[in-house]
């Protein structure tokens, strides 16, 4: 418990510090989740859940926790150019921890659609705060929960369709310009509340980048309610370092005859743990869920998901590759769950990994669950090399090696971009993930964030 104590005696000596800033409905479930984190602590690798990769061993170090909440002097708008040709997003930003306010014009938006701090819509977060993030059953979620003090608000009202993809540049700094002193390794804790009402419809687009060459920790718990006939596609790719740990725990809500496309893309990293928990509690949704994972040096990248067929004539679709090299290491766990009664279940979920050399593990763990007998479902993983027969082909004809490894690696992967409905996005990934590939800068041409 050496790794949890450190915590809970923060939380007892900064209590009030904390409280004092933070908006009312973060704090009113802030001593809940310090009670459910005191019993439980940070789950082991004994927890079926997180049996590949070792929590309690990533927050032994002593890292920096920002509850002053003072401000880190950067302009995200002079760090930040993205070259995405014709996506034309209405942008905003996260600043570690905290929504980024200026004096610019913010970015038009239908009648009705809150981008913005939780601390300036209390009301609305009030409804919706911690519904879904149960903190009694994750020790990283209640951890989220008791140190969180501002978060990210995207509300849609009914019927409103946001026209634009709002994209949400996460930004990582633990050095303040021009610092005299040493700042230590920081940790943050990321709160995202998506509110997708009855008809409405909205991309959303998240990126994470390191501005700072040093060792960040962060938390991040998303929860998104999508209401009946509702619309959501979640996008979030990670472009950080190798002395990054992201954890990350995504909850789903949908109601009847919902859509959801999610999809994550790891393409630069240190450590990675992606937990996704969707549930159906509507007939006629579906979702879609694609992962991107390239990894090689000795980075670490999980994805675990959960998927719970709660009523009948639901679809789930799942879909996630790797590409390891070097001493990587990959961990796929996805469970699907169709409950008694969830009739004409339709769910597919397959995991297809490369391992470009000895050295590179992938674990990988599909799983069904099935209490009703109406129901189509099916599941598959594959672990393999390159095909020998295919180098030797492109090698017969000129193709150097390195080069027949790219397009082979490239086409294995562009499978996941592809499904992809943002087709700027989609686009721009082929472009990055064969930079990726090629061991090139890992960022968009002109973004100064890891300069």
């Known amino acids: 418990m050496q790794s949890e104590q450190q915590y809970i005696e923060l939380y007892k000596e900064a209590r009030e510090l904390i409280f004092s800033h933070a908006p009312e409905p973060m704090n009113a479930v802030r001593d809940e989740a310090f009670s ?45 150019r993205c070259d995405v040709p014709n996506l034309s997003t209405s942008l905003y930003f996260v600043v570690n921890d905290m929504f980024y306010h200026d004096d610019k014009p913010k970015a038009h938006l239908p009648e009705g659609v809150i981008v913005g701090s939780m601390r300036d819509y209390p009301e609305v977060v009030a409804q919706y705060y911690g519904k879904l993030a149960k903190t009694s059953d994750d020790g990283i979620t209640a951890l989220n929960t008791m140190l969180a003090q501002d978060g990210l608000l995207v509300y849609v009202p009914r019927n409103v369709k946001v026209d634009r993809t709002i994209q949400v540049i996460n930004i990582l700094k633990a050095t303040p310009q021009n610092a005299q002193r040493q700042v230590p390794d920081l940790m943050v804790n990321r709160r995202v509340l998506i509110v997708v009402e009855e008809g409405a419809e909205v991309k959303m687009l998240f990126c994470d980048h390191a501005a700072d060459d040093r060792h960040f920790l962060a938390t991040q718990v998303i929860e998104a309610c999508v209401g009946e006939n509702a619309s959501l596609d979640l996008y979030c790719m990670e472009e950080t370092h190798h002395k990054n740990v992201r954890l990350s725990n995504v909850y789903i809500s949908q109601q009847a005859n919902s859509r959801v496309n999610h999809n994550v893309i790891t393409l630069h990293n240190g450590i990675t743990r992606n937990r996704l928990d969707l549930v159906f509690n509507g007939e006629g949704a579906e979702c879609q869920c694609y992962g991107c994972v390239i990894a090689d040096k000795q980075q670490h990248v999980d994805n675990n998901t959960l998927i719970v067929h709660r009523v009948p004539h639901c679809t789930s679709n799942e879909l996630y590759k790797y590409v390891l090299d070097d001493k990587a290491v990959g961990a796929f766990a996805g469970r699907v769950l169709v409950e008694h009664g969830a009739q004409k279940t339709s769910s597919q979920m397959t995991n297809q990994n490369l391992t470009a050399t000895k050295e590179a593990r992938m674990y990988t763990q599909p799983m069904l669950e099935i209490y009703a007998d109406d129901v189509k479902c099916a599941h598959g993983s594959t672990v393999g090399q390159l095909n020998d027969a295919a180098l030797f082909y492109m090698r017969q004809r000129g193709i150097s090696l390195q080069e027949a490894k790219l397009l082979l690696q490239n086409a294995f992967i562009n499978e996941v971009i592809d499904k992809m409905e943002l087709e700027p996005l989609r686009d721009r990934l082929h472009h990055l993930v064969e930079k990726r590939f090629r061991g090139e800068l890992n960022k968009c041409e002109g973004c100064k964030l890891c300069k």
């Open 36 to 80: 459910d984190f005191v019993s439980a602590g940070f789950p082991s690798k004994k927890v079926e859940r997180y049996k590949y990769t070792d929590v309690q061993k990533l927050f032994e170090p002593d890292y920096g926790v920002n509850l002053s909440r003072l401000q880190i002097p950067v302009d995200p708008y002079e760090a930040f």
